[in-house]
């Protein structure tokens, strides 16, 4: 059975640093192919989408950047590993969300990142 499964959330102080992990087991091909995704979702607002990077070309694989976030949050993979990270630094209150990863349709079920002092 495909499934994606997020850790590494938690209480942070803004400013600080936390690292996600989504681990994709059960995938139909191999993880290499898979662009990956990194959603949050704060309370009462909509999904969105903050980071994405494709699958590997000649070695490197593209990635992309909400505003939001871009210049805080950095997204890469370990294809070997069928992992997908997203480091986020000087972490903010607006930042608070629960933050999911996605390969095609499938969705993992979240991990909760607060930034509260």
């Known amino acids: 059975q495909p499934q994606l499964v997020e850790s590494g959330g938690g209480l942070v102080q803004p400013g600080g640093s936390l690292r996600l992990s989504c681990a994709a087991s059960?995938?139909?091909?191999?993880?290499?192919?898979?662009?990956m995704y990194w959603f949050r979702q704060a309370q009462g607002k909509e999904r969105e989408l903050i980071a994405d990077?494709?699958?590997?070309?000649?070695?490197?694989?593209?990635?992309d950047y909400a505003d939001s976030v871009k210049g805080r949050f950095f997204i890469s993979r370990d294809d070997a590993k069928a992992m997908v990270y997203l480091n986020m630094t000087d972490l903010k209150p607006e930042d608070t969300a629960m933050y999911y990863c996605?390969?095609?349709?499938?969705w993992g079920k979240g991990t909760q990142v607060t930034v509260s002092s």
């Open positions: 059960g995938l139909r091909y191999r993880f290499s192919h898979y662009p």
């Open positions: 996605r390969a095609i349709q499938l």
């Open positions: 990077i494709q699958a590997p070309h000649d070695g490197e694989s593209r990635t």
